[in-house]
């Protein structure tokens, strides 16, 4: 049984017949043909939810090592979920499981690290301590 996943037009380009990246990445078990599309969706998901850590921690003041571990835990277990779960990727396909969890992680901490210093700094920092 094979489908046929590309249309070559009359100029020489390809049209994928399937669903958008954003759509298969929304919807589980979706068919990823292109490897690299899915390591994109993974990294871009990633960057968002550092970002979105990074202002929750400042908005509930979380501080030090703790905030750190949290994200790292929530970052790599969500990621993992996600392709193990819902998407039901086979593993090796990418390199392993921990290809696919590492992919984009130092940028996203990166993120988060900004964000949660942004976010916290600009609500709890006091300007008067620093001039007493």
Do not use: C, H
């Not at 700094?121 to 006091?126: E, F, N, V």
């Amino acid at each position: 049984m094979s489908t046929k996943t590309k249309l070559i037009e009359k100029n020489g380009t390809s049209k994928s017949n399937l669903p958008s990246a954003w759509s298969r990445a929304f919807s589980s078990n979706s068919e990823w043909p292109d490897k690299e599309e899915f390591l994109d969706v993974i990294y871009w998901f990633r960057q968002a939810l550092g970002i979105l850590l990074g202002i929750i921690w400042g908005l509930i003041a979380l501080k030090g090592f703790l905030g750190l571990m949290l994200f790292a835990v929530i970052n790599a277990g969500l990621i993992y979920l996600y392709f193990s779960n819902f998407q039901n990727v086979d593993e090796d396909e990418y390199g392993g499981a921990w290809e696919l969890t590492k992919e984009g992680f130092m940028t996203s901490f990166a993120g988060f690290l900004v964000t949660w210093i942004i976010i916290y700094s600009g609500l709890y920092y006091d300007v008067e301590t620093i001039q007493s």
